[in-house]
Protein backbone atom coordinates (compact mmCIF):
# COMPACT_ATOMS: atom_id res chain seq x y z
CA UNK A 1 0.00 0.00 0.00
CA UNK A 2 3.32 2.19 0.47
CA UNK A 3 4.26 1.75 -2.44
CA UNK A 4 1.43 2.61 -4.12
CA UNK A 5 0.61 5.62 -2.63
CA UNK A 6 4.02 6.96 -3.31
CA UNK A 7 3.48 6.09 -7.19
CA UNK A 8 0.28 8.58 -6.71
CA UNK A 9 2.41 10.61 -5.46
CA UNK A 10 4.72 11.11 -7.98
CA UNK A 11 2.83 11.28 -10.93
CA UNK A 12 0.84 14.09 -8.83
CA UNK A 13 3.70 15.82 -8.46
CA UNK A 14 4.92 15.19 -12.29
CA UNK A 15 1.49 16.58 -13.52
CA UNK A 16 1.56 19.30 -10.73
CA UNK A 17 4.53 20.54 -12.22
CA UNK A 18 3.97 20.18 -16.03
CA UNK A 19 0.50 21.99 -15.13
CA UNK A 20 2.16 25.19 -13.20
CA UNK A 21 4.40 26.95 -16.29
CA UNK A 22 7.26 29.10 -14.83
CA UNK A 23 9.48 31.59 -16.76
CA UNK A 24 12.27 33.78 -14.75
CA UNK A 25 12.88 36.96 -15.75
CA UNK A 26 16.52 39.31 -15.18
CA UNK A 27 14.04 41.76 -13.55
CA UNK A 28 12.46 39.36 -11.24
CA UNK A 29 9.84 36.32 -11.04
CA UNK A 30 7.09 36.26 -11.89
CA UNK A 31 4.30 33.39 -12.40
CA UNK A 32 1.94 32.86 -15.57
CA UNK A 33 -1.15 30.28 -15.83
CA UNK A 34 -3.33 29.89 -18.46
CA UNK A 35 -7.03 30.39 -18.12
CA UNK A 36 -8.10 28.77 -21.61
CA UNK A 37 -5.58 26.06 -21.74
CA UNK A 38 -6.84 22.82 -20.21
CA UNK A 39 -3.79 21.80 -18.88
CA UNK A 40 -3.14 25.16 -17.00
CA UNK A 41 -4.60 25.99 -13.75
CA UNK A 42 -3.78 26.19 -10.15
CA UNK A 43 -4.73 22.56 -9.12
CA UNK A 44 -4.04 19.80 -11.44
CA UNK A 45 -6.88 18.06 -10.25
CA UNK A 46 -9.03 20.56 -10.94
CA UNK A 47 -7.56 20.10 -14.65
CA UNK A 48 -7.85 16.66 -14.94
CA UNK A 49 -11.73 16.97 -13.89
CA UNK A 50 -12.02 19.46 -16.74
CA UNK A 51 -10.70 17.31 -19.27
CA UNK A 52 -13.52 14.68 -18.26
CA UNK A 53 -15.94 16.81 -18.89
CA UNK A 54 -17.42 17.09 -22.65
CA UNK A 55 -16.70 19.15 -25.56
CA UNK A 56 -19.57 21.48 -25.21
CA UNK A 57 -19.24 22.31 -21.78
CA UNK A 58 -15.07 22.77 -21.85
CA UNK A 59 -15.99 25.38 -24.85
CA UNK A 60 -18.51 27.24 -23.04
CA UNK A 61 -16.38 27.45 -20.24
CA UNK A 62 -13.80 29.52 -22.23
CA UNK A 63 -16.08 31.94 -22.85
CA UNK A 64 -17.08 33.03 -19.67
CA UNK A 65 -14.70 35.47 -17.55
CA UNK A 66 -12.16 33.51 -15.44
CA UNK A 67 -13.02 33.23 -12.12
CA UNK A 68 -10.92 35.21 -8.93
CA UNK A 69 -8.18 33.81 -7.18
CA UNK A 70 -7.15 34.98 -4.33
CA UNK A 71 -3.29 36.25 -4.43
CA UNK A 72 -3.70 36.22 -8.48
CA UNK A 73 -4.40 38.89 -11.42
CA UNK A 74 -5.66 37.49 -14.59
CA UNK A 75 -4.97 39.77 -17.66
CA UNK A 76 -7.27 39.24 -20.36
CA UNK A 77 -4.91 40.42 -22.92
CA UNK A 78 -2.60 37.34 -21.91
CA UNK A 79 -5.32 35.52 -21.08
CA UNK A 80 -2.67 33.84 -18.13
CA UNK A 81 -2.94 34.60 -14.39
CA UNK A 82 -0.22 36.67 -12.80
CA UNK A 83 0.57 36.13 -8.64
CA UNK A 84 0.25 39.37 -7.18
CA UNK A 85 3.71 40.15 -4.98
CA UNK A 86 3.91 41.77 -2.07
CA UNK A 87 5.09 44.95 -1.34
CA UNK A 88 7.31 46.81 -3.42
CA UNK A 89 10.89 45.58 -2.61
CA UNK A 90 10.97 43.68 -6.39
CA UNK A 91 12.25 45.28 -9.14
CA UNK A 92 8.94 44.81 -11.33
CA UNK A 93 6.29 44.39 -8.25
CA UNK A 94 2.74 43.63 -9.60
CA UNK A 95 0.80 44.88 -7.29
CA UNK A 96 -2.93 45.41 -7.16
CA UNK A 97 -2.77 49.59 -6.69
CA UNK A 98 -0.79 49.38 -9.63
CA UNK A 99 -3.06 47.10 -11.94
CA UNK A 100 -5.61 49.63 -10.53
CA UNK A 101 -3.79 52.85 -11.74
CA UNK A 102 -3.38 50.92 -14.86
CA UNK A 103 -6.77 50.41 -15.96
CA UNK A 104 -7.52 53.89 -14.81
CA UNK A 105 -5.38 55.16 -17.19
CA UNK A 106 -7.09 52.79 -20.07
CA UNK A 107 -10.02 54.07 -19.42
CA UNK A 108 -9.30 57.52 -19.51
CA UNK A 109 -7.09 57.74 -22.86
CA UNK A 110 -10.13 56.14 -24.24
CA UNK A 111 -12.70 58.56 -22.87
CA UNK A 112 -10.25 61.66 -24.35
CA UNK A 113 -10.87 59.82 -27.43
CA UNK A 114 -14.09 59.47 -27.60
CA UNK A 115 -14.31 63.26 -26.08
CA UNK A 116 -12.47 64.57 -29.04
CA UNK A 117 -14.91 63.06 -31.40
CA UNK A 118 -17.23 65.48 -34.06
CA UNK A 119 -20.54 62.82 -33.04
CA UNK A 120 -20.80 62.28 -29.19
CA UNK A 121 -23.46 61.02 -27.61
CA UNK A 122 -26.59 62.92 -26.88
CA UNK A 123 -27.09 64.41 -22.78
CA UNK A 124 -30.48 62.65 -23.00
CA UNK A 125 -32.22 60.17 -25.71
CA UNK A 126 -33.39 61.93 -28.74
CA UNK A 127 -32.21 65.67 -27.42
CA UNK A 128 -30.37 67.83 -30.07
CA UNK A 129 -30.69 71.47 -31.18
CA UNK A 130 -32.69 70.71 -34.53
CA UNK A 131 -35.39 68.92 -32.22
CA UNK A 132 -35.36 71.35 -29.25
CA UNK A 133 -35.98 73.79 -32.17
CA UNK A 134 -38.65 72.54 -33.78
CA UNK A 135 -40.43 72.00 -30.43
CA UNK A 136 -39.91 75.75 -29.61
CA UNK A 137 -41.78 76.38 -32.70
CA UNK A 138 -44.93 74.03 -32.17
CA UNK A 139 -45.28 75.56 -28.49
CA UNK A 140 -44.34 72.40 -27.18
CA UNK A 141 -42.09 73.61 -24.94
CA UNK A 142 -41.69 76.65 -22.45
CA UNK A 143 -38.81 79.35 -23.18
CA UNK A 144 -37.55 78.40 -19.55
CA UNK A 145 -37.09 74.68 -20.72
CA UNK A 146 -36.00 75.31 -24.16
CA UNK A 147 -33.27 77.44 -22.83
CA UNK A 148 -32.28 75.13 -19.93
CA UNK A 149 -32.19 71.91 -22.57
CA UNK A 150 -30.17 74.02 -24.98
CA UNK A 151 -27.52 74.50 -22.51
CA UNK A 152 -27.66 71.03 -21.51
CA UNK A 153 -26.60 70.10 -25.31
CA UNK A 154 -24.49 73.15 -26.17
CA UNK A 155 -22.24 71.25 -22.76
CA UNK A 156 -22.09 67.95 -24.40
CA UNK A 157 -20.95 68.96 -27.44
CA UNK A 158 -18.33 70.93 -25.84
CA UNK A 159 -14.25 70.84 -26.68
CA UNK A 160 -11.00 71.23 -24.97
CA UNK A 161 -8.77 74.28 -26.29
CA UNK A 162 -5.36 74.84 -24.06
CA UNK A 163 -5.01 78.43 -22.97
CA UNK A 164 -1.78 80.41 -23.39
CA UNK A 165 -1.81 82.30 -19.98
CA UNK A 166 -0.13 86.07 -21.38
CA UNK A 167 2.23 87.52 -18.77
CA UNK A 168 4.14 90.68 -18.41
CA UNK A 169 7.31 88.19 -17.82
CA UNK A 170 7.17 86.11 -21.04
CA UNK A 171 11.08 84.46 -20.47
CA UNK A 172 9.48 82.52 -17.23
CA UNK A 173 6.55 80.54 -18.01
CA UNK A 174 4.68 79.24 -15.31
CA UNK A 175 5.38 75.54 -14.43
CA UNK A 176 3.68 75.49 -10.80
CA UNK A 177 0.94 73.27 -10.22
CA UNK A 178 -2.38 75.21 -9.89
CA UNK A 179 -4.12 74.56 -6.35
CA UNK A 180 -6.94 76.52 -6.20
CA UNK A 181 -8.87 78.87 -8.49
CA UNK A 182 -12.14 81.25 -7.58
CA UNK A 183 -13.41 83.44 -9.92
CA UNK A 184 -15.56 86.38 -8.98
CA UNK A 185 -18.81 87.37 -9.41
CA UNK A 186 -18.73 88.41 -13.08
CA UNK A 187 -16.10 86.34 -14.25
CA UNK A 188 -13.54 88.62 -15.24
CA UNK A 189 -10.74 87.87 -12.50
CA UNK A 190 -9.98 84.42 -10.82
CA UNK A 191 -8.02 84.56 -8.09
CA UNK A 192 -4.98 81.56 -8.25
CA UNK A 193 -2.91 79.42 -5.76
CA UNK A 194 0.22 77.73 -7.18
CA UNK A 195 2.11 75.05 -5.42
CA UNK A 196 6.08 76.00 -5.84
CA UNK A 197 8.54 73.47 -5.89
CA UNK A 198 10.92 74.48 -2.83
CA UNK A 199 7.86 74.47 -0.87
CA UNK A 200 5.17 77.14 0.15
CA UNK A 201 3.05 78.64 -2.13
CA UNK A 202 2.22 81.86 -4.71
CA UNK A 203 -0.78 83.84 -5.55
CA UNK A 204 -1.71 86.01 -7.87
CA UNK A 205 -5.03 86.83 -10.23
CA UNK A 206 -5.40 86.32 -13.65
CA UNK A 207 -7.82 88.57 -15.92
CA UNK A 208 -9.91 87.21 -18.50
CA UNK A 209 -11.45 89.10 -21.19
CA UNK A 210 -13.35 87.47 -24.78
CA UNK A 211 -11.71 89.16 -27.81
CA UNK A 212 -13.96 90.33 -30.92
CA UNK A 213 -13.68 87.42 -33.25
CA UNK A 214 -14.72 85.05 -30.29
CA UNK A 215 -11.90 84.09 -28.62
CA UNK A 216 -11.05 84.19 -24.66
CA UNK A 217 -7.45 85.76 -23.75
CA UNK A 218 -5.90 85.51 -20.08
CA UNK A 219 -3.30 87.61 -18.48
CA UNK A 220 -1.29 87.15 -15.41
CA UNK A 221 -1.46 90.08 -13.16
CA UNK A 222 2.22 91.52 -12.88
CA UNK A 223 2.37 91.18 -8.87
CA UNK A 224 2.65 87.53 -7.68
CA UNK A 225 2.90 86.89 -4.01
CA UNK A 226 4.85 84.52 -2.28
CA UNK A 227 4.47 82.55 1.20
CA UNK A 228 6.17 79.43 2.73
CA UNK A 229 2.69 78.79 3.89
CA UNK A 230 -0.18 76.29 3.05
CA UNK A 231 -3.36 78.15 1.52
CA UNK A 232 -6.38 76.27 2.88
CA UNK A 233 -9.18 78.88 1.89
CA UNK A 234 -9.84 81.72 -0.33
CA UNK A 235 -13.07 84.01 -0.77
CA UNK A 236 -13.98 86.95 -2.30
CA UNK A 237 -14.87 90.15 -0.16
CA UNK A 238 -16.91 92.83 -0.99
CA UNK A 239 -15.33 95.69 1.18
CA UNK A 240 -15.26 99.04 -1.01
CA UNK A 241 -17.35 97.36 -4.12
CA UNK A 242 -18.21 94.28 -5.74
CA UNK A 243 -15.26 91.73 -4.97
CA UNK A 244 -12.99 94.46 -4.02
CA UNK A 245 -10.83 91.97 -1.52
CA UNK A 246 -9.93 88.68 -1.31
CA UNK A 247 -10.42 87.08 2.23
CA UNK A 248 -7.37 84.24 2.49
CA UNK A 249 -6.89 81.77 5.42
CA UNK A 250 -3.16 80.99 5.96
CA UNK A 251 -2.12 77.68 8.06
CA UNK A 252 0.46 77.81 10.84
CA UNK A 253 3.99 76.86 10.92
CA UNK A 254 6.48 76.08 13.64
CA UNK A 255 5.85 79.49 15.68
CA UNK A 256 4.50 81.52 12.77
CA UNK A 257 0.17 81.22 13.93
CA UNK A 258 -2.15 80.80 11.47
CA UNK A 259 -3.61 83.88 10.11
CA UNK A 260 -6.41 84.98 7.58
CA UNK A 261 -5.74 88.23 5.87
CA UNK A 262 -7.65 90.91 3.63
CA UNK A 263 -6.31 91.89 0.55
CA UNK A 264 -7.26 94.22 -1.89
CA UNK A 265 -7.56 93.30 -5.81
CA UNK A 266 -5.82 96.33 -6.61
CA UNK A 267 -2.35 95.15 -4.96
CA UNK A 268 -2.06 92.42 -7.57
CA UNK A 269 -1.62 94.81 -10.24
CA UNK A 270 1.23 97.72 -10.87
CA UNK A 271 -0.75 99.35 -13.59
CA UNK A 272 -3.13 100.51 -10.86
CA UNK A 273 -2.28 104.04 -9.73
CA UNK A 274 -4.36 104.24 -7.06
CA UNK A 275 -3.74 103.36 -3.23
CA UNK A 276 -4.22 99.53 -2.73
CA UNK A 277 -6.84 100.10 -0.27
CA UNK A 278 -7.61 98.49 3.12
CA UNK A 279 -5.16 96.04 3.89
CA UNK A 280 -5.36 93.95 6.98
CA UNK A 281 -4.45 90.70 9.32
CA UNK A 282 -6.20 88.58 11.56
CA UNK A 283 -4.66 86.43 14.34
CA UNK A 284 -6.98 83.46 13.90
CA UNK A 285 -5.61 79.81 14.09
CA UNK A 286 -5.56 77.40 11.31
CA UNK A 287 -9.19 77.63 9.26
CA UNK A 288 -10.51 74.78 7.16
CA UNK A 289 -12.89 77.59 5.90
CA UNK A 290 -13.93 80.50 5.37
CA UNK A 291 -17.27 82.89 3.52
CA UNK A 292 -18.06 86.80 3.30
CA UNK A 293 -21.20 88.09 3.86
CA UNK A 294 -23.44 89.94 1.21
CA UNK A 295 -26.50 90.53 3.78
CA UNK A 296 -26.33 94.76 4.73
CA UNK A 297 -27.65 93.89 8.64
CA UNK A 298 -23.86 92.16 8.65
CA UNK A 299 -22.08 94.73 6.50
CA UNK A 300 -18.44 93.87 6.08
CA UNK A 301 -18.32 90.76 8.30
CA UNK A 302 -16.54 87.38 7.55
CA UNK A 303 -16.42 83.70 9.35
CA UNK A 304 -14.11 81.18 9.63
CA UNK A 305 -14.62 77.81 10.42
CA UNK A 306 -12.24 76.66 12.50
CA UNK A 307 -10.96 73.12 14.72
CA UNK A 308 -14.57 72.84 16.41
CA UNK A 309 -14.75 76.40 16.34
CA UNK A 310 -16.84 79.16 14.49
CA UNK A 311 -15.43 82.88 14.51
CA UNK A 312 -17.36 85.92 12.89
CA UNK A 313 -15.24 88.44 12.54
CA UNK A 314 -16.15 92.11 12.05
CA UNK A 315 -13.51 93.11 9.49
CA UNK A 316 -13.78 97.04 10.07
CA UNK A 317 -13.89 96.53 13.85
CA UNK A 318 -11.94 93.78 14.45
CA UNK A 319 -15.12 92.80 17.15
CA UNK A 320 -15.22 88.26 17.15
CA UNK A 321 -18.20 86.52 17.90
CA UNK A 322 -17.47 82.52 19.18
CA UNK A 323 -19.32 79.63 18.57
CA UNK A 324 -17.82 76.27 19.99
CA UNK A 325 -19.17 73.30 17.50
CA UNK A 326 -17.71 70.16 18.64
CA UNK A 327 -16.50 69.29 15.51
CA UNK A 328 -13.96 71.02 12.28
CA UNK A 329 -15.70 73.11 10.45
CA UNK A 330 -15.20 72.53 6.88
CA UNK A 331 -17.60 74.19 4.52
CA UNK A 332 -19.24 77.64 4.90
CA UNK A 333 -21.29 79.65 3.27
CA UNK A 334 -23.78 82.84 4.03
CA UNK A 335 -27.80 83.37 2.90
CA UNK A 336 -27.99 86.81 0.92
CA UNK A 337 -31.78 87.76 2.08
CA UNK A 338 -30.72 86.91 5.55
CA UNK A 339 -27.59 87.44 8.00
CA UNK A 340 -27.44 83.55 8.42
CA UNK A 341 -24.30 80.85 7.78
CA UNK A 342 -24.46 77.73 6.82
CA UNK A 343 -21.88 75.42 8.02
CA UNK A 344 -20.75 71.75 7.12
CA UNK A 345 -18.68 69.82 9.61
CA UNK A 346 -16.13 66.88 9.25
CA UNK A 347 -18.96 64.74 11.42
CA UNK A 348 -21.45 65.05 8.54
CA UNK A 349 -23.36 67.69 10.66
CA UNK A 350 -24.96 70.99 8.85
CA UNK A 351 -25.94 73.59 10.71
CA UNK A 352 -26.88 77.31 10.45
CA UNK A 353 -26.06 80.57 12.33
CA UNK A 354 -28.33 83.03 12.48
CA UNK A 355 -26.00 86.33 13.62
CA UNK A 356 -29.22 87.88 14.64
CA UNK A 357 -29.52 85.96 17.76
CA UNK A 358 -26.99 86.72 20.89
CA UNK A 359 -26.52 83.15 22.64
CA UNK A 360 -24.00 81.00 22.19
CA UNK A 361 -24.52 78.44 25.02
CA UNK A 362 -23.06 75.00 25.07
CA UNK A 363 -26.74 73.68 24.62
CA UNK A 364 -26.36 74.79 21.12
CA UNK A 365 -29.78 76.07 21.21
CA UNK A 366 -28.36 79.02 18.61
CA UNK A 367 -28.25 76.51 16.14
CA UNK A 368 -31.57 77.27 14.68
CA UNK A 369 -31.17 74.70 11.98
CA UNK A 370 -29.36 71.33 11.94
CA UNK A 371 -29.39 67.86 9.94
CA UNK A 372 -26.71 65.37 8.90
CA UNK A 373 -24.99 64.42 5.61
CA UNK A 374 -23.34 60.01 5.85
CA UNK A 375 -20.12 61.33 6.12
CA UNK A 376 -17.55 64.90 6.09
CA UNK A 377 -19.09 67.78 4.15
CA UNK A 378 -16.59 69.07 1.67
CA UNK A 379 -19.18 72.02 0.79
CA UNK A 380 -21.96 73.71 1.44
CA UNK A 381 -24.09 75.65 -1.69
CA UNK A 382 -27.15 77.60 -1.26
CA UNK A 383 -29.39 77.97 -3.93
CA UNK A 384 -31.39 81.28 -5.35
CA UNK A 385 -33.96 79.79 -3.42
CA UNK A 386 -32.64 80.00 0.00
CA UNK A 387 -34.87 77.50 1.45
CA UNK A 388 -32.28 74.53 -0.53
CA UNK A 389 -29.19 73.67 0.39
CA UNK A 390 -26.68 71.56 -2.01
CA UNK A 391 -23.87 69.89 0.04
CA UNK A 392 -21.23 67.15 -0.99
CA UNK A 393 -19.00 64.68 1.39
CA UNK A 394 -16.19 62.41 1.80
CA UNK A 395 -18.54 59.39 0.91
CA UNK A 396 -19.15 60.99 -2.97
CA UNK A 397 -22.59 61.55 -1.64
CA UNK A 398 -24.53 64.69 -3.21
CA UNK A 399 -27.93 66.11 -1.67
CA UNK A 400 -30.41 68.80 -2.48
CA UNK A 401 -31.49 69.61 1.31
CA UNK A 402 -35.06 71.30 1.62
CA UNK A 403 -33.77 72.85 4.61
CA UNK A 404 -37.50 74.15 6.11
CA UNK A 405 -38.12 70.24 6.83
CA UNK A 406 -34.15 69.31 6.82
CA UNK A 407 -34.96 66.40 4.66
CA UNK A 408 -32.87 65.64 1.51
CA UNK A 409 -34.75 65.86 -1.67
CA UNK A 410 -32.82 65.02 -4.74
CA UNK A 411 -29.20 63.10 -4.85
CA UNK A 412 -26.98 63.51 -7.15
CA UNK A 413 -24.98 60.05 -8.49
CA UNK A 414 -21.39 59.54 -9.81
CA UNK A 415 -19.95 62.22 -8.31
CA UNK A 416 -16.30 60.16 -6.06
CA UNK A 417 -15.11 61.12 -2.95
CA UNK A 418 -13.00 59.84 -0.38
CA UNK A 419 -10.70 61.71 1.47
CA UNK A 420 -10.37 65.26 -0.58
CA UNK A 421 -11.51 68.75 0.15
CA UNK A 422 -14.04 69.07 -2.96
CA UNK A 423 -16.23 72.19 -3.79
CA UNK A 424 -19.49 72.13 -5.48
CA UNK A 425 -20.19 75.01 -8.57
CA UNK A 426 -23.94 75.72 -9.20
CA UNK A 427 -24.86 77.78 -12.23
CA UNK A 428 -28.26 77.95 -11.86
CA UNK A 429 -29.13 80.48 -14.49
CA UNK A 430 -28.19 77.34 -16.87
CA UNK A 431 -29.19 74.75 -14.62
CA UNK A 432 -26.08 73.03 -14.05
CA UNK A 433 -24.36 70.80 -11.20
CA UNK A 434 -20.67 70.92 -11.44
CA UNK A 435 -18.14 68.68 -9.34
CA UNK A 436 -14.67 67.27 -9.66
CA UNK A 437 -14.16 63.85 -8.56
CA UNK A 438 -11.18 62.42 -6.17
CA UNK A 439 -10.83 60.17 -9.83
CA UNK A 440 -9.98 63.64 -11.35
CA UNK A 441 -13.22 63.59 -13.90
CA UNK A 442 -15.18 66.73 -14.15
CA UNK A 443 -19.27 66.03 -14.00
CA UNK A 444 -22.41 67.93 -14.88
CA UNK A 445 -25.49 67.34 -13.91
CA UNK A 446 -28.73 68.61 -14.59
CA UNK A 447 -29.66 70.90 -11.32
CA UNK A 448 -33.47 70.38 -12.18
CA UNK A 449 -33.45 66.21 -12.20
CA UNK A 450 -30.15 65.46 -11.27
CA UNK A 451 -29.37 63.89 -14.27
CA UNK A 452 -25.43 63.00 -15.38
CA UNK A 453 -25.02 65.06 -18.63
CA UNK A 454 -21.33 64.44 -19.11
CA UNK A 455 -18.32 63.07 -17.26
CA UNK A 456 -15.11 65.14 -18.92
CA UNK A 457 -11.64 63.04 -18.52
CA UNK A 458 -8.55 65.01 -17.20
CA UNK A 459 -5.99 65.93 -19.56
CA UNK A 460 -3.40 64.61 -17.78
CA UNK A 461 -2.94 61.25 -15.86
CA UNK A 462 -4.99 60.76 -12.06
CA UNK A 463 -3.09 61.44 -9.42
CA UNK A 464 -3.23 63.36 -5.91
CA UNK A 465 -1.68 66.60 -7.33
CA UNK A 466 -3.52 66.34 -10.83
CA UNK A 467 -7.51 66.60 -9.21
CA UNK A 468 -8.28 69.65 -11.67
CA UNK A 469 -9.61 72.86 -10.37
CA UNK A 470 -12.78 74.38 -12.32
CA UNK A 471 -15.09 77.42 -13.48
CA UNK A 472 -18.07 77.67 -14.86
CA UNK A 473 -19.63 80.52 -16.45
CA UNK A 474 -21.95 81.49 -19.31
CA UNK A 475 -20.12 84.74 -19.47
CA UNK A 476 -16.65 84.02 -18.74
CA UNK A 477 -14.69 87.34 -19.06
CA UNK A 478 -17.37 89.61 -18.31
CA UNK A 479 -20.46 90.77 -19.82
CA UNK A 480 -19.28 90.60 -23.40
CA UNK A 481 -17.45 87.34 -21.99
CA UNK A 482 -18.04 83.84 -23.64
CA UNK A 483 -19.92 80.92 -21.82
CA UNK A 484 -17.84 77.22 -21.23
CA UNK A 485 -15.50 75.66 -18.90
CA UNK A 486 -12.70 76.86 -17.37
CA UNK A 487 -9.99 73.81 -16.18
CA UNK A 488 -6.49 74.08 -14.59
CA UNK A 489 -4.81 70.85 -14.12
CA UNK A 490 -1.18 70.70 -13.12
CA UNK A 491 0.56 73.84 -14.59
CA UNK A 492 -1.51 73.77 -17.54
CA UNK A 493 -4.97 75.75 -18.19
CA UNK A 494 -7.90 74.75 -20.71
CA UNK A 495 -11.07 75.89 -21.75
CA UNK A 496 -14.27 74.12 -23.25
CA UNK A 497 -16.29 76.63 -24.90
CA UNK A 498 -19.96 76.41 -26.26
CA UNK A 499 -18.76 77.65 -29.55
CA UNK A 500 -17.46 74.47 -31.88
CA UNK A 501 -16.19 76.72 -34.09
CA UNK A 502 -14.12 78.06 -31.41
CA UNK A 503 -10.52 79.00 -32.46
CA UNK A 504 -7.74 80.04 -29.88
CA UNK A 505 -6.18 83.54 -30.18
CA UNK A 506 -3.11 82.80 -31.76
CA UNK A 507 -5.06 81.10 -34.14
CA UNK A 508 -7.42 83.49 -35.29
CA UNK A 509 -4.63 86.79 -35.05
CA UNK A 510 -2.74 84.60 -37.44
CA UNK A 511 -5.83 84.34 -40.09
CA UNK A 512 -5.93 87.88 -39.76
Not at 98 to 103: F, H, I, P, Q, V
Request: hydrophobic content about 30%.
Amino acid sequence: MKRSWRGRGKRYIHHHRDDWRRRDHSTGRSQEYGWNDPTAGPSSRAAEHSRDQDTDASSSRATTAAPDLPGFYFDPEKNRYFRLLPGHNNCNPLTKEMLEMKEQEKKRTKLLVEDEHPSKKAPRTGLNSALLLQRRHLGMLPPSSYSRLVHEVKVSEMKRHKLEVQSSDSSSPNTDNFRLIVADSACEQVFTVNDVSHGGCKYGIMNFRGCRKGSLSVEMCDNLYFTNRKVNSVCWASVTHSDSHVLLCLVGISQTPGCVSLLPASLFSNSNPDQPGMLCSFKISTAWSCAWCLNPQADKTFSTGLSRHVIVTDAVTGRRQMYSTGSDVLAQEFALRAPVLFNGCRSGEIFSIDLRQRGRGRDHSWKTCRFYQDSAVTSVRLLQDENYLLAADMLGKIKLWDVRVKRSVKQYEGHHNEYAYLPLHVSEQEGLLLAVGQDCYTRLWSLRDGHLLRTIPSPHPAGKDSIPNVVFSSQLGGRRGLPGLLMAVRHDLYYYPYNSDYQDRTASEGQG
